[in-house]
Nanobody, 126 residues
């Protein structure tokens, strides 16, 4: 079992920055691919970014490419999502998720993930 806890959400003005953290416990973290997803009420959970278990590879959604950066510190069992140039449309609940499968094209799909955090709210005001 893996427990994931997100933190770092909040209210920020458009153009501002936030850094989200996802801290894991319960299993060897360095063996897990970790992704970030976001969801607004009434809509599906959308892929944001993902990072390989060793940090070798990353993938970003087109909507955040160039503005968000995902990274990890396996010694701290933590994955970060640094968000720059935030826009009102980035407003959502942000979730981190972990999967035990090897890296594959499926890492951008929410159903490929085994463990989820409880989410953290990000609100960007215009």
């Amino acid at each position: 079992q893996v427990q994931l806890v997100e933190s770092g959400g909040g209210l920020v003005q458009a153009g501002g920055s936030l850094r989200l953290s996802c801290t894991a416990s319960g299993r060897t973290f360095s063996g897990l691919t970790v992704g970030w997803f976001r969801q607004v009420p009434g809509k599906e959970r959308d892929f944001v970014a993902v990072i390989h278990s060793r940090g070798h590879s990353t993938i970003y959604a087109d909507s955040v490419k160039g503005r968000f950066a995902i990274s990890r510190d396996n010694a701290k069992n933590t994955v970060y999502l640094q968000m720059f140039s935030l826009k009102p449309e980035d407003t959502a609940s942000y979730y981190c998720a972990a999967r035990t499968k090897d890296w594959s094209p499926g890492v951008t799909f929410s159903y490929e993930y085994d463990y989820w955090g409880q989410g953290t709210q990000v609100t960007v005001s215009s």
